[in-house]
């Protein structure tokens, strides 16, 4: 299979996409991490606290997503690797 540059994909891609994936994991949680420090330094009730709040449940949520979204790009690539392997035949 070829992406939009002509160039072959195959199964060097999927250790490009894991180490983009697991930098992605670390982002999220030192995010998480510095968002709740920042909220603990806020006054209770205030427009700062309930953002920070609301920001954190936003990462947790998006890092709730993570496993369906690996288990989506190795179901395309491997699909994808098919379809070449075929294609070739």
Do not use: C, H
């Not at 894991?18 to 949680?29: D, P, Q, Y």
């Not at 309930?50 to 690996?70: D, E, R, V, Y």
């Not at 179901?75 to 392997?85: E, K, N």
């Amino acid at each position: 299979m070829e992406n939009k540059k002509g160039q072959s994909m195959g199964i060097g891609t999927l250790a490009s996409v894991a180490i983009t994936f697991v930098v992605v994991g670390i982002v999220l949680s030192l995010g998480s991490d510095v968002n709740s420090d920042f909220q603990s330094e806020q006054v209770a009730d205030s427009a700062a606290y309930n953002a920070t709040g609301n920001a954190q449940t936003s990462l947790n949520k998006f890092s709730a997503k993570l496993p369906l979204i690996a288990t989506v790009l190795v179901t395309a690539l491997i699909i994808g690797l098919i379809y070449a392997y075929f294609k070739l035949r």
